[in-house]
């Protein structure tokens, strides 16, 4: 006898294939929904929202570890020194071309005059590139138990301490080109008959801030 199949077994193994709720029907792989959810891009994070503890991991006031400046403090030196090698030199310009003009020296004169004001330009642009940069890295401070220190100058080192119980008030401040990169200036008012004042500039301001904070609230446990 020879086998064949029931040709009225055909449509109901058509309408259990095409059956949505049956559970022997087959599931996409998982790769394809990993890859599915893998395509996914996540809106990215606002530039200007700070992260996690920013501000803890800004400053550390009491670690006794010397610190530089701020980096943008340098841009800020430089951008001011331009600003003023700039503007000197504008007005000897017009000096030397009103003196073309009106003829108040000779060429005897006028040459050597000429040649110096090169050298006094060229010297104002070394000085605003070169020397803010040595200034800017020569220039440390700590804030430890004892109080703030100070280290700065190129070719003359100088140190400069202010004890916790000297301290009388601090004050910030922010000048324009400060405000427009962030930074700041400290200043510290002490009892002191030589030096009533200290600052240190080239701060960032949260910076600043949390080193007024951990001076001004150690000086008035002192005052107690």
């Known amino acids: 006898m020879s086998e064949h199949d029931d040709p009225a077994e055909a449509p109901d193994q058509e309408a259990r294939a095409s059956d949505p709720g049956d559970d022997s029907a087959p599931t996409p792989p998982a790769s394809e ?3 599915s959810g893998a395509g996914r891009i996540d809106p990215p994070a606002s530039p200007g929202s700070p992260g996690p503890d920013e501000a803890d991991v800004a400053f550390e006031p009491l670690d006794d570890r010397l610190r530089p400046l701020d980096p943008k403090a340098l841009t800020v030196d430089r951008i001011g020194s331009l600003i ?10 017009g000096v030397l071309t009103l003196d073309l003009v009106v003829g108040w020296w000779g060429w005897a004169v006028r040459l050597p005059v000429w040649a110096g004001v090169a050298l006094m330009v060229l ?10 940069r040595l200034s800017h890295n020569a220039t440390v401070f700590r804030v430890n138990e004892q109080g703030l220190e100070i280290r700065r100058g190129v070719l003359w080192r100088r140190v400069i301490s202010v004890p916790r119980s000297r301290v009388q008030h601090t004050d910030v401040g922010q000048g324009p080109l400060q405000r427009r990169f962030g930074l700041a200036t400290l200043t510290v008012h002490t ?15 949260e910076t600043a801030m949390r080193v007024r904070e951990n001076l001004r609230q150690t000086g008035e446990d002192d005052g107690v």
């Open 123 to 132: 010297g104002m642009l070394w000085l605003s590139i070169v020397w803010t």
């Open 33 to 35: 929904s990993a890859e």
């Open 84 to 93: 003023f090698t700039v503007v000197v030199t504008l007005v000897l310009m």
């Open 191 to 205: 009892a002191a008959t030589r030096t009533p004042s200290v600052q240190l500039v080239g701060l960032a301001r």
